[in-house]
């Protein structure tokens, strides 16, 4: 008997087909669902984001160890693995962040290692080369970076980590920082040669010198200036000799 068309068609093979049917698209579309997410084209990494103490990363060490990880799946990408590869093989990095932005783009935010001194150009300008503890470059920064500044007429050729090697610049650099520490009151360190000039807030100069004993000089200066009865009228202090020079 040939069913009519009203009637509900009663199959023991089709029963089975629904019953497994619905199971069968959802198995499908999970497993499509994984393809794209993990190894399809869509999702892997094509573009950085990179910032550096809120600046465009311009170190080349960093972005081409960023550009190693372009074509990665971006579900599977190791965000470990790359902070930890720029905090231990980039002493200037403090610490490292990496964020998602779906499909393709990695957000990294990276901060240096703190600066302790900065050189910046006599004259003028509004960049400052910043430098750590041990004297090392950690770049340049259009920010004042609010650590004890020594002007200079040029800035010397530089490379992120590398250590000044001018004498008379290292020796500027440790005379900012003591005086940060020992002798408030000064507004500008200069550096011209072997001299050393320091603008203090009294609107007076002192001279001391790279050549000799900084402590020596700064604790000269510090006894000149704690007597305003020797410091009234002038104007500058030469710290250099062995008998300070005042006029």
Request: glycine share 4%; proline share 6%.
């Amino acid at each position: 008997m040939i069913p009519s068309a009203n009637q509900p068609i009663k199959s023991k093979y089709l029963v089975i087909t629904l019953d497994y049917l619905l199971p069968l698209l959802v198995t499908l579309l999970v497993l499509f669902g994984t393809w794209l997410a993990l190894f399809s084209p869509l999702f892997q990494v094509t573009n950085f984001e990179c910032q550096q103490d809120f600046q465009p990363c311009d170190n080349p060490m960093i972005l081409a160890e960023l550009n190693k990880n372009l074509g990665e799946n971006i579900f599977r990408f190791k965000s470990a693995f790359l902070i930890h590869k720029l905090t231990s093989g980039d002493y200037t990095i403090r610490t490292a962040t990496v964020a998602r932005i779906l499909p393709n783009t990695l957000v990294v935010d990276l901060q240096s290692v703190y600066p302790t001194v900065a050189l910046k150009l006599l004259s003028g300008g509004d960049e400052w080369l910043v430098l750590d503890t041990r004297f090392r470059v950690i770049g340049k920064r259009e920010l004042d970076p609010n650590v004890p500044t020594v002007l200079v007429d040029t800035l010397p050729a530089f490379r992120a980590g590398q250590k000044l090697e001018d004498p008379n610049l290292l020796s500027a650099c440790t005379l900012a920082r003591t005086l940060s520490d020992q002798l408030p009151g000064v507004k500008t360190i200069e550096l011209s040669g072997e001299t050393i000039k320091l603008t203090l807030d009294s609107g007076k100069l002192a001279l001391l010198t790279t050549t000799k004993d900084q402590l020596a000089q700064i604790h000269v200066l510090q006894a000149i200036l704690s007597d305003s009865t020797i410091t009234s009228g002038v104007g500058t202090i030469d710290a250099r000799f062995a008998q300070p020079v005042l006029r």
